[in-house]
């Protein structure tokens, strides 16, 4: 009998291809808007102002200070724009750090909002939005963070740096990994899942020696919108939840912090959720799926321990009182020793037992 699920549906209209940026201003059209203010990160400001002169009188203007983690000071100097400029919709295009900022911005001034993702991380297609105040890194989930249309356009994708491909397919995989045992997945969420676990797979280790490899980056694309939208539709745990501590409150690295943690997260739960993780096992191989990532990992040169993005060994203890501090639901009981230990493998970068 097939496991009882609810489908939540899919208010997101996706677009996929190459050279799919040339569809954007229709996108934006088709919504009923006339002045997009395009948004991205310094980095990325020549792409966007590229882009708002394709659209001519309908830009409304470029906003290019996006900057990870959401800073809500950043923001409320895009809504002065936003408003000043009298924009009507934003078009956010670049990575995470880009997709966070409409998104903060959707959420304070109810505009629409389309996605252009240029990296792995998966934020697109989700309600969630995190944001920093204070030195300090919260979450939420409401449907009006969730963006209109997102328009991937593979040829965005080939000037993103080896490392940054590396580490941003891990941080989609962990999205992906945590959908497997989540209590709300779909056979949706799952299906994709798997076909994403197989397409990283084989896309990676092209990529690694072949950045603009098409083919390659058209694969590595679809698998991280299946892995977004499994993000944004099913409930995240133990992984997620020390990702976020390590980037909030000790300022690591989001994409190489996911990859360094996901092996050993991975291995934490894998225990306790029977077979669902074997998707992930039988992808990667080593008769595991958290020794199979780590391999995986380690063969794509992904960075493999907290020590090498700045965490310090001391810093290991506070990290587990933080994470035992109110933790996610986890398949896995959540003890503060067995986060310590997670941690200090983490940091070590050894094989999960
Ligand atoms: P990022 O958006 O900060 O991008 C990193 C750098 O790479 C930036 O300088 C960017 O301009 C550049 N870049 C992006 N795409 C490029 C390309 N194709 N070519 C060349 N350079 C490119 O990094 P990220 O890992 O995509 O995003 C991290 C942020 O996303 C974090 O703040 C994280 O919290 C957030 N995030 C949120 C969700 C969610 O659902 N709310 C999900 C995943 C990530």
């Given at each position: ?6 489908f939540?549906g899919?208010t997101?209209?996706?677009v996929?291809?190459?050279?799919t940026?040339?569809?954007v201003?229709?996108?934006?059209a ?5 002045r ?24 409304a203007?470029?906003f ?14 895009a ?6 400029l009298?924009?009507d919709?934003?078009?956010s ?15 304070r001034?109810?505009a629409?909002?389309v ?13 969630i939005?995190?944001?920093?105040a204070?030195?300090e890194k ?5 449907p009006?963070?969730?963006?209109e249309?997102v ?25 992906a990994m945590?959908g ?8 949706v ?5 798997r ?10 280790p092209?990529?690694?020696h072949?950045a603009?490899?098409a083919?390659?980056?058209?694969k590595?694309?679809f ?6 939208l ?13 990702a976020h501590v ?20 991975t ?23 958290g ?7 380690r063969?794509?040169n992904a960075p493999l321990?907290?020590?090498d993005l700045?965490?310090?060994?001391p ?6 009182d933080?994470?035992a501090?109110n933790?996610?639901a986890?398949?896995r009981?959540?003890?503060r020793?067995g ?7 983490a940091?070590?970068g050894?094989?999960?037992?």
């Amino acid at each position: 009998m097939t496991r009882p699920f609810v489908f939540p549906g899919l208010t997101t209209r996706v677009v996929f291809g190459h050279g799919t940026l040339e569809k954007v201003p229709d996108e934006v059209a088709r919504l009923g808007h006339s002045r997009a203010l395009v948004l991205s990160t310094p980095h990325q400001e020549a792409e966007a102002q590229a882009l708002a002169a394709a659209f001519g009188p309908r830009a409304a203007g470029v906003f290019a200070g996006a900057t990870m983690h959401t800073p809500v000071e950043v923001t409320d100097l895009a809504i002065t724009a936003f408003r000043s400029l009298n924009a009507d919709c934003v078009v956010s295009l670049g990575g995470g750090s880009t997709t966070g900022l409409g998104k903060a911005i959707a959420l304070r001034t109810g505009a629409d909002q389309v996605v252009i993702p240029t990296t792995y991380a998966g934020s697109e297609m989700t309600d969630i939005l995190g944001e920093t105040a204070g030195g300090e890194k919260t979450t939420r989930r409401d449907p009006a963070i969730r963006p209109e249309v997102v328009v991937y356009d593979v040829d965005l994708t080939l000037t993103l740096p080896v490392a940054l491909t590396v580490t941003s397919a891990l941080n989609a995989i962990a999205h992906a990994m945590e959908g497997f045992y989540a209590p709300d997945r779909n056979p949706v969420t799952e299906a994709l899942s798997r076909d994403a676990m197989v397409a990283f797979r084989d896309a990676l280790p092209v990529l690694i020696h072949d950045a603009k490899n098409a083919d390659a980056r058209a694969k590595a694309l679809f698998a991280a919108w299946g892995c977004s939208l499994t993000l944004g539709q099913v409930t995240m745990a133990l992984h997620h939840k020390l990702a976020h501590v390590l980037g909030g409150s000790f300022g690591l690295p989001h994409a190489e912090t996911h990859a360094v943690l996901l092996p050993h997260t991975t291995a934490y739960n894998e225990p306790a959720v029977g077979d669902l993780l074997k998707p992930i096992a039988d992808t990667f191989g080593e008769g595991s799926a958290g020794k199979g990532l780590w391999h995986f990992a380690r063969s794509m040169n992904a960075p493999l321990r907290l020590a090498d993005l700045g965490l310090t060994e001391p810093d290991l203890d506070r990290a587990a009182d933080l994470a035992a501090k109110n933790p996610y639901a986890n398949p896995r009981p959540v003890t503060r020793d067995g986060i310590r230990q997670l941690l200090q493998q983490a940091f070590d970068g050894q094989c999960p037992a």
